[in-house]
Structures are given as structure tokens and as C-alpha cells.
């Protein structure tokens, strides 16, 4: 699906194709009042419960068991190097004695889609 408008009054969508940079309708003749503006994401599922799926928090909890107490906080990060695809991300794991973990590298948009990057998550916020 396309980056659509909804208009509130009509309750339809509009392909933001048919609009200019300021928001000017490249269409229409009278001004309409754009409210939310919204990019759509091809998710197969949308989490509402939490932030990780089932597979997800089971994965981590268990990765995590052994040292969990020195668990600071888990990081999304993107890789922003030249030698790998820019959709490529890990997860940071940083323990209270400045020790860190790095996981292996996943698709951005096909795991951990919850989570958003650079934030810092304790154990509590993310369920584990």
C-alpha cells in the first residue's frame, strides 16, 4: 500500500502521489485540511500485547537466563557500515559491568519489529 492521507470529513485515503511538497492537492481545486499523515508498513502482524512476539521473548529469555541479574539494558542498532545491507540490524546487549554483547545480525524489517532503534529497554519493559 502506497503513503496515503486520510481525510477525517470523507473518510477515504489519498495517495500522497497526488500531492505536492506542501501538501497542496496536484487535483482538486477547493483546499482540504490534512489532520495525520501516516506511512502504512507491510507487517504480517502488529504486536499490541508488548513489544517482542512470543518467539521473541522466549529466545531472549532464554539467551539471558544464565547472566540476567547483570542485564543494564537491550539496544535495537542498525548497521551502518558499507560492507553490509543498510536493512541489517543487531541487538546490543549491555551488562552492568560495562561488558557488552552483540547478537547476530537480522532483516530490520523481519524481526524485532516492535522495538524501536536506539532506545534503551530494561528486561521489565520488554517482558523477560
Same mark, same amino acid.
Given at each position: 500500500?502506497?503513503?496515503?492521507? #486520510? ?9 500522497? !502521489?497526488?500531492?505536492?511538497?506542501? #501538501? ?38 532464554? #539467551? ?20 553490509? !545491507? ?13 561488558? !557488552? @554483547? ?25 517482558? @523477560?
Amino acid at each position: 500500500m502506497p503513503n496515503c492521507i #486520510f481525510l477525517l470529513k470523507t473518510k477515504t485515503q489519498l495517495n500522497l !502521489d497526488y500531492y505536492k511538497n506542501d #501538501f497542496k492537492s496536484k487535483l482538486f481545486l477547493e483546499t482540504l485540511e490534512i489532520v495525520k499523515v501516516e506511512r502504512t508498513m507491510k507487517l504480517d502482524v502488529i504486536y499490541e500485547k508488548g513489544i517482542l512476539d512470543d518467539v521473541e521473548k522466549r529466545y531472549l529469555k532464554n #539467551f539471558l537466563n544464565p547472566f540476567r541479574k547483570r542485564v543494564e539494558y537491550i539496544q535495537k542498532l542498525k548497521i551502518t557500515s558499507n560492507i553490509h !545491507d543498510h536493512n541489517e540490524a543487531f541487538l546490543g546487549i549491555a551488562l552492568k559491568d560495562k561488558e !557488552d @554483547i552483540l547478537l547476530p545480525y537480522f532483516n530490520i524489517n523481519e524481526m524485532y519489529l516492535g522495538m524501536k532503534l536506539d532506545k534503551q529497554y530494561t528486561l521489565e519493559e520488554l517482558g @523477560i
